[in-house]
């Protein structure tokens, strides 16, 4: 258990709102990033965070914003959702040691209508 | 820019056989490492090995191991007597950028046959 959690787990949401989804880790870990999964493209990176207020982009960050006030907690907002954002959102820790891993959340499927 | 490539999109395997996932990276870096992550149908995303490129024996974790060929810039992960509960999507990652982000492949969907 790598002490993840996410919230909400499934969203449902109409084109044009904001969205926000909120990733809490409990060990408090510099670094946390946001992933999305879609059919054929593994994941890919949307933002990702190496410390309080530090935040970088990722190779899908437009439409994207991210904030981190706190070590524990990584939020991600859709600014205005669009039906192209409908997908599985994963966050992520990294975890110091032999090879850094990752370690994920369970994820938070979210449908844009 | 570091590439990953899984070329496998579904494998479908006798159950209790071994099975071999290919792996294939294009970097310039001289120092590096792969990851192996599993995503069961429930959708969790699961650690499995991780090797770096100057690990001198192929690491193993329980019936998992990564077959790391440098020359061949390939890592594939193999699954000795595989099981049904094996059946699940099977991502290889490389970490960029000094292992600050990881780029991951687009997966292959490996199916246990009974």
């Known amino acids: 258990d790598a002490g993840i959690t996410q919230s909400p787990r499934h969203k449902v949401t109409e084109t044009g709102t904001p969205v926000t989804l909120r990733c809490h880790q409990t060990e408090n870990h510099r670094y946390m990033y946001w992933y999305r999964q879609d059919p054929g493209h593994g994941l890919r990176l949307i933002h990702y965070s190496y410390g309080v207020k530090d935040t970088d982009k990722g190779e899908v960050s437009d439409g994207y914003s991210v904030s981190r006030s706190k070590t524990e907690d990584f939020l991600l907002t859709l600014e205005s959702a669009t039906s192209s954002q409908t997908s599985v959102y994963f966050c992520a820790i990294k975890k110091p040691g032999g090879g850094e891993t990752q370690y994920f959340g369970p994820g938070t499927r979210l449908l844009v209508l | ?114």
């Open chain 2, 1 to 114: 820019a570091q590439k990953i490539t899984q070329t496998q999109p579904g494998m479908f395997v006798q159950e209790k056989e071994a099975v071999t996932l290919d792996c294939t990276y294009d970097t310039s870096d001289p120092s590096y490492g792969l990851f192996w992550y599993k995503q069961p149908s429930s959708g969790e995303m699961i650690f499995l090995i991780y090797q770096g490129s100057y690990d001198q024996q192929n690491a193993t974790e329980g019936r998992y191991s990564l077959n790391f060929q440098k020359a061949r810039k390939s890592a594939n992960l193999v699954i000795s007597a595989s099981q049904l509960g094996d059946s699940a999507m099977y991502f290889c990652a490389f970490p960029v950028f000094g292992n600050e982000k990881l780029t991951f492949g687009t997966g292959t969907r490996l199916t246990i046959i009974p």
